[in-house]
């Protein structure tokens, strides 16, 4: 075994496992820092913890590997935070920080302080790193912990407040294992009595319909999933992680449904009389809070992580596997039966139509300041076909949710919660796809969170699309009016960006098509209408009480 120092094994180990960029704040083990640049490893120094932990999560999501990112120990309660959201949305992000050293211990020394419990929550592990020796080894179990199963953050304290324990000599294997280089790690299959089972479900169902969520998106299930909806005539609804999953002008796509949703979504599942939960953990968001569907319907789970299965609806049966290689068993037991089902089919596309019948008329709204609908309409129809969009939580999600359709190849990463994500987290994707058009998408409360990092993006020249729907009120006008003479475009053209201003709907594509073209990080700015509020979910008028 090669003996070298830990910070050249630190290198080592980043490009062995294929990551090809670290976010951090200094100072954290400078001088496996100055190791990366030796052996091709980007270093992207941000101006906050939280903005690198958001970088990471974009990364990995968009990369299918883990991300990485870094700080010293007064900056990790600011880093955890940060890795709130990769937790929420299952996204392998492994955090390294500087941690506790005995000497200076519970001896109040500057910038100490016991925060080790402050990683629990927001990590499927949490290791103390005490030597060298035991780098190499715990390194290589948080690719294995944040790859395998459900993916998710894992975090690595190292001993002495800026990782000082790297500076030791030892004798290092240099073997990196390519299975964990990747997510899923590990494609297990559901037992072949289950998948029986849900075929006969699925088949004798009258109503039955299919809501994929973000296990299908990591699992790559997309084209599985829509032959096997094809050949059950089932149609699909698609949480807002899997927004991309089924292209929206599938004649079986309903749209994504839950809190954050199109009514014709929440009213299909609504009237299914078999729900088959694909990849989704039925969370409080994807069933607006467990009334679509209504708990007691009858429903089939497939995950990854056992310990989801039923968790909040009772299966008649469970699928324990992963989404794509299960559903392709499902696929191969289906068979030729084929079901009759036109009239139920017919009948969610009705929802469909009377839902963009609906729309249409805001969506081509020409009302100055410009409608969010109207927003939704214009990106929808300027994104790029190979495009990945990067949405930030609450309005951004909900009006992209609602009014913005995807087409086959076009890619969709949402925040799972953590105002202020987007903006990183495009960085961070684009990072992943430097040859990709990557587009993010954010309200005014958002984009003020970090925008210092249009500093970084310029400096490292991640040249996305910002685009910055700017209400001055964060779509809460009753309880916060921000100060309008605040120039989002200036202020890029200031950093080192390129910015441009948009008043008129008519003049968005223009302005978008220039930012594409810029060849620099570019932020559009649109002065959105702050009194349009979105509609919520829909649920049915018994649970209601309408």
């Not at 890795?83 to 299952?90: E, I, P, V």
């Not at 429903?299 to 559903?327: M, W």
């Not at 790029?384 to 890619?411: E, S, Y």
């Not at 709907?505 to 302005?511: L, P, Q, R, S």
Request: hydrophobic share 45%; aromatic share 8%.
């Amino acid at each position: 075994m090669p003996r070298m120092t830990g910070h050249r094994y630190f290198a080592e180990a980043m490009r062995g496992y294929g990551v090809t960029h670290l976010f951090y704040v200094n100072t954290i083990v400078p001088p496996a820092m100055l190791e990366m640049d030796k052996v091709g490893v980007t270093r992207v120094v941000t101006h906050g913890e939280k903005a690198a932990a958001y970088m990471a999560d974009g990364y990995a999501r968009a990369s299918h590997r883990p991300g990485v990112c870094l700080c010293q120990d007064i900056g990790t309660t600011n880093l955890a935070a940060g890795l709130r959201d990769a937790h929420m949305a299952s996204s392998p992000v492994i955090a390294i920080t500087g941690g506790q050293h005995d000497q200076p211990r519970y001896r109040h020394a500057y910038q100490n302080a016991e925060d080790s419990t402050a990683w629990d929550g927001v990590t499927k592990a949490n290791y103390s790193v005490d030597t060298a020796e035991r780098f190499a080894d715990l390194l290589r179990q948080a690719f294995r912990v944040a790859t395998s199963g459900a993916p998710g953050p894992v975090h690595l304290a190292l001993r002495g407040n800026a990782g000082q324990m790297l500076d030791r000599e030892a004798d290092f294997d240099l073997v990196f294992e390519e299975r964990f280089k990747h997510f899923p790690s590990f494609r297990p299959e559901a037992e072949p009595s289950a998948v029986k089972a849900a075929v006969a479900e699925l088949t004798n169902a009258a109503k039955p319909i299919i809501v994929a969520g973000g296990g299908a998106v990591f699992s790559g299930a997309g084209a599985e999933v829509i032959k096997l909806a094809e050949m059950l005539q089932i149609p699909v609804a698609t949480s807002l992680h899997a927004k991309a999953l089924v292209p929206d002008d599938h004649p079986l796509a309903v749209g994504v449904p839950g809190s954050y949703s199109r009514w014709c979504a929440n009213k299909a599942i609504a009237a299914a009389d078999l729900v088959f939960f694909i990849g989704s953990r039925t969370g409080g968001q994807v069933t607006n809070g467990w009334q679509i569907p209504k708990i007691g319907t009858p429903t089939i789970q497939l995950d990854i992580d056992p310990d989801e299965l039923g968790r909040n609806y009772p299966n008649l049966v469970s699928l324990h596997g992963d989404a794509k290689v299960t559903v392709q068993k499902l696929i191969e037991a289906v068979g030729n039966t084929q079901p009759r089902r036109a009239e139920w089919v017919e009948q969610v596309r009705g929802y469909v139509a009377d839902y963009w019948a609906e729309s249409e008329p805001l969506r081509n709204s020409d009302a100055v300041p410009i409608r969010p609908e109207r927003i939704g309409k214009e990106l929808e129809e300027w994104l790029p076909a190979d495009a990945t969009l990067v949405c930030d939580t609450f309005h951004a999600a909900i009006w992209t949710a609602q009014m913005t359709r995807l087409k086959a190849g076009q890619n969709y990463l949402r925040c799972a919660g953590s105002l202020g994500w987007a903006f990183p987290a495009t960085l961070g994707a684009k990072a992943a796809l430097p040859d990709k058009p990557v587009i993010g998408f954010t309200g005014d409360a958002g984009f003020y969170y970090h925008m210092a990092e249009m500093e970084t993006a310029a400096r490292l020249g991640l040249n996305i699309v910002m685009v910055v729907n700017n209400n001055y009120s964060g779509g809460v006008a009753e309880t916060a009016r921000f100060e309008r003479s605040v120039n989002f475009a200036k202020v890029a053209d200031s950093m080192g960006c390129v910015g441009f201003r948009v008043e008129k709907a008519a003049d968005m594509k223009a302005a978008l098509d220039k930012a594409l073209a810029a060849q620099r990080p570019a932020v559009v700015e649109v002065l959105g209408n702050s009194a349009i509020r979105a509609k919520r979910g829909w649920v049915p008028p018994a649970v209601s009480g309408e």
